[in-house]
């Protein structure tokens, strides 16, 4: 087998557009995601899965894209808080969180945003226990838990109303 | 992040043998919630990072066969989590693997790999010794089982070779219907190691099992406890000298998490909750137990 310090090719698809790339093998997925894709809605923060701020969708799962190497996505689909907004419309949960004034200063709010996301298309009608433990490993300095929660709620109500009129 | 190669054998026979070839220098990477944060920390150097995902003979998930349940060296806390028959049959597993760090951690952290990190607070290795579980590992000279129990040494320290990795953890189906819990102390709910963890299980005849976590250099079946309560698991004043019993079997550090009297008299504590519930699922479910 080929063992190279050299960039390594992969494919994956961001957002839903098929990406080719070459990482780094020691790159992590949230590193290319900001310094290569330029997605920095993306946030790093603590660096070591405690925070949350970087969490994405990985292949349906909220993943913390600090402790998986970019090069392990290869073949995988990945959404980041870019990926939520639809022709210029914020997605539901984005919206419920703007109404429910759940975003503070802000920096937590795309990895909380995305699990939410991650819960909602598991669990469409979560209980408050469900969404406590989906939300565990996203920090919050500002300590806004209360209205992030009440937002989550919205958020379950707001897509369940979107489905019906699609309906 | 110090810089490394990266290689995605195949097959087991490429793991074993870049492993072999770069021995120390190779670091393994399953879910990779401990190695990343190891390496970028310093505390591991490897010169190659060998990836798992693509090895076909290594399963992401539990399996069941006629002799009891065999959990893949790829599986996800997630995945062991949320499956039926560990919820099921093994509940206390079930228990652990949902209160370990967090759900992103659990979509991509391993059940192997929590066993292989062997913290002495692993909440699934606590767990897990109640169910006799056996280690399938796979090394240059062939495969050998080892006990759990065997397996680990120490905080951090186990008998896996470096150029030896875990296949699977196979769980005999209990002699007799039995039920289980899982109890963990942490500072706050979410995120955080265990302070002390308890596992226990009753069976049909009144058999009990007990292990202790985050209260010794490595999680430990408390034997002299469990012998005390058996066949009489409800006898009070049995259950006073049982739990004095594992107090005595427990050695644990002062640490930021807590003293080390209190993590003793926590044991306690945590034992008689684990017990009454899981007698009392065992009698909840009358058709399965007792």
């Known amino acids: 087998m080929q063992l190279t310090m050299e960039p390594i090719s992969i494919t994956v698809e961001v ?27 993306t946030k790093i923060s603590c660096g070591e899965g405690e925070c949350g701020a970087c969490t994405v969708i990985l292949d349906g799962k909220a993943v913390n894209s600090c402790m998986v190497l970019a090069v392990e996505v290869d073949g995988c689909s990945i959404l980041t808080i870019e990926g939520l907004a639809k022709n210029g419309e914020l997605h539901p949960i984005q ?63 707001k897509i369940a109303v979107h489905s019906d009129e699609a309906k | 992040m110090k810089r490394f190669t ?42 190659i990072v060998v990836s798992l995902r693509s090895v076909a003979e290594l399963s992401k998930t539990v399996a069941e066969n006629s002799e009891g349940l065999e959990i893949g060296a790829l599986a996800t806390l997630t995945t062991v989590a949320e499956h039926p028959l560990v919820r099921q049959r093994y509940t206390a597993l079930a228990e652990a693997a949902v ?28 767990a897990l010794l109640l169910f006799d579980p056996v280690l399938c ?96 698991p409800r006898d009070a004043a049995r259950l006073e000298r ?6 005595d079997a427990a050695n644990p550090i002062s640490d930021l998490r807590a003293s080390s009297e209190y993590r003793c008299e926590m044991v306690g504590v945590l034992l008689r909750q684990a017990l009454q519930q899981a007698m009392a699922r065992c009698e909840r479910e009358e058709g399965r137990c007792s």
């Open chain 2, 99 to 126: 209160k370990v760090g967090s759900k992103q951690i659990r979509n991509r952290g391993t059940v192997v790999g929590n066993v292989c990190n062997a913290s002495p607070a692993a909440d699934t290795v606590t």
């Open chain 2, 242 to 247: 049982a739990i004095r019993l594992a107090q």
């Open chain 2, 137 to 232: 590992i796979l090394g240059e000279g062939g495969r050998r089982k080892v006990a759990l129990s065997e397996f680990l040494l120490g905080p951090g320290q186990t008998t896996l070779a470096a150029a030896e990795l875990v296949e699977n953890i196979f769980l005999p189906t209990p002699i007799k219907p039995t039920a289980s819990t899982y109890l963990k102390l942490s500072r706050r709910e979410g995120v955080d190691l265990a302070t002390v963890g308890v596992a226990t299980s009753v069976d049909l005849s009144g058999n009990v099992r007990i292990a202790l976590g985050a209260v010794g250099p490595k999680a430990f079946r408390a034997f002299s406890a469990e012998l005390q309560l058996k066949g009489a």
């Open chain 1, 15 to 41: 957002n839903g557009s098929a990406q080719r790339l070459k990482v780094m093998p020691y790159h992590t997925l949230a590193v290319v995601i900001r310094e290569q894709l330029g997605l920095l809605g």
């Open chain 2, 6 to 47: 990266y290689a995605e054998p195949k097959n087991l026979a490429e793991v074993v043998s870049l492993i072999r070839q770069y021995g120390a220098s190779a670091s393994i990477l399953a879910g990779g919630t401990d190695l990343i944060n190891h390496i970028s920390h310093g505390k591991l150097s490897p010169e």
């Open chain 1, 95 to 157: 919206t419920a969180f703007i109404e429910e004034g759940a975003v503070q200063c802000g920096f937590c709010t795309p990895g909380m945003v995305m699990s939410t996301k991650a819960l909602l298309d598991e669990t469409p009608e979560p209980e408050e226990e469900q969404i406590r433990e989906a939300l565990a490993g996203n920090l919050c300095r500002c300590t806004g838990y209360h209205r992030i929660i009440n937002a989550v709620h919205a958020a379950a109500r």
